[in-house]
């Protein structure tokens, strides 16, 4: 998705950008990501002062996750917010400060899919889960739980603790309740 400078110069209404954008390269660097639909872009861009061009607007988008509990497959829609400022190098009159908030730019061209990706990618659940009560796949025979009990021991514990557990066992029985 391109949007070309020169056709905002001019215009302070601005204009309306849409259309959609596919990200399968989300899909293949985040593991919890099975697929993405492509996304549809809705986009409303402005030259907000010589050189300066802002465009703000909305992703929107179905996304299929891997549970990070259960590794099950499931889809859910997405819609983020969408905020980019650019400037045109050289800018008039150097007005540009490298600690700003925007993206240098060398031509007129500005290709809008690198940016919808990274605000997408952003968007992006840190540990999606398929619901809250996920209980997960057990972690002895790797059965997922969600489906119901597997059957391994519900007390399995760590070899290292079972000293531990026994001198518990011997501390609660002897004490008697006395106190």
Not at 92 to 108: K, V
Request: aromatic fraction near 6%; proline fraction near 8%.
């Amino acid at each position: 998705m391109k949007l070309m400078l020169h056709d905002l110069r001019g215009r302070p209404e601005g204009m309306a950008v849409s259309g959609r954008v596919s990200v399968d390269e989300v899909a293949r660097r985040d593991r919890s990501v099975a697929a993405v639909e492509p996304v549809q872009v809705e986009l409303e861009a402005r030259e907000i002062s010589p050189g300066v061009f802002q465009v703000d607007g909305t992703l929107k988008t179905r996304v299929a996750y891997r549970c990070s509990r259960c590794l099950a497959e499931f889809w859910e829609p997405l819609e983020t917010p969408f905020h980019e400022r650019f400037v045109r190098l050289p800018t008039p009159a150097g007005e540009w400060d490298q600690e700003d908030d925007m993206t240098p730019i060398e031509s007129d061209e500005v290709d809008l899919a690198p940016y919808v990706e990274q605000a997408l990618i952003l968007a992006l659940p840190w540990r999606p889960l398929c619901r809250p009560q996920c209980r997960g796949l057990c972690p002895e025979c790797g059965a997922n739980l969600n489906e119901g009990p597997c059957g391994c021991s519900d007390r399995a514990t760590d070899p290292r603790w079972e000293k531990l557990g026994e001198l518990w066992k011997g501390i609660s029985g002897s004490s008697g309740g006395s106190g």
